[in-house]
């Protein structure tokens, strides 16, 4: 089992940024693969960043490459989400998921059904 709570979320100017951090409880942590998902109003649910449990593997999705940084600490059972430029339609409620994996296996995961445990979610504004 994996327990995860996140934090960081807020309001911010377009061009700002943001850190999000996922604390997770649970012995699996090392080898869970991790992401970060999204979800406006009226929209999916969408994959943001992904990593697998060693970092060697990271996915990120068009819309925040090259703005979005997402790591790892595996000593501190938190993931992260770094998020630089932001802009208003960068605004949604973020989730952090995990997906425990053999440590055989780097994998990562970008869809929904990819992951077994969900966060309750932190409100990203990004106000124009």
């Known amino acids: 089992q994996v327990h995860l709570v996140e934090s960081g979320g807020g309001l911010v100017q377009a061009g700002g940024s943001l850190r999000l951090s996922c604390a997770a409880s649970?012995?699996?942590?090392?080898?869970?693969?991790m992401g970060w998902f999204r979800q406006a109003p009226g929209k999916e649910r969408d994959c943001v960043a992904a990593?697998?449990?060693?970092?060697?593997?990271?996915y990120y999705a068009d819309s925040v490459k090259g703005r979005f940084t997402i790591s790892r600490d595996n000593a501190k059972n938190t993931v992260y989400l770094q998020m630089n430029s932001l802009k208003p339609e960068d605004t949604a409620v973020y989730y952090c998921?995990?997906?425990?994996?053999?440590?055989?296996?780097?994998?990562?995961?970008?869809?929904?059904?990819?992951?077994?445990?969900w966060g309750q979610g932190t409100q990203v504004t990004v106000s124009s």
């Open positions: 998921a995990a997906r425990e994996t053999e440590s055989s296996y780097d994998i990562l995961y970008y869809t929904k059904q990819g992951y077994d445990y």
């Open positions: 990593i697998s449990w060693s970092g060697g593997r990271i």
């Open positions: 649970g012995r699996t942590f090392s080898r869970s693969a």
